[in-house]
């Protein structure tokens, strides 16, 4: 069983920058042959894919809301992925999951990932 654990979250304001990491453990070898990806949750709301990652990096997605701000990158030999969250808003505020998949066709979806990290708090202040 994989272990998905993420870290660099934290209180900041707008317009400043975070990194989050995941780091991964176990057997289920996520970064030598699944797809990543990072999902947040606000208070009240739906848990949203903000982006995701194909195993070699070549495939990419970002929702909308965040293209151009943030990017997102993998280390597959540090089982690490990451998130670069650029121009933070008050609007990214939000719990930040890391998740692991075998992969997506066309558009990734949450059915598409079945190992999550716990999750770690981002609060943008105005």
């Known amino acids: 069983q994989e272990q998905l654990v993420e870290s660099g979250g934290g209180l900041v304001q707008a317009g400043d920058s975070l990194r989050l990491s995941c780091v991964a453990s176990g057997s289920g070898r996520t970064f030598g042959s699944a797809a990543m990806g990072w999902f947040r949750q606000a208070p009240g709301q739906e848990r949203d894919l903000v982006a995701a990652?194909?195993?070699?990096?070549?495939?990419?997605y970002y929702v909308d809301s965040v293209k151009g701000r943030f990017t997102i990158s993998r280390d597959n030999e540090k089982n690490t992925m990451y998130l670069q969250m650029n121009s933070l808003k008050p609007e990214d505020t939000a719990i930040y999951y890391c998740?692991?998949?075998?992969?997506?066709?066309?558009?990734?979806?949450?059915?598409?990932?079945?190992?999550w990290g716990q999750g770690i708090q981002v609060t943008v202040s105005s």
């Open positions: 990652i194909s195993w070699s990096g070549y495939s990419t």
């Open positions: 998740a692991g998949g075998a992969g997506w066709g066309g558009r990734p979806m949450v059915g598409d990932f079945d190992s």
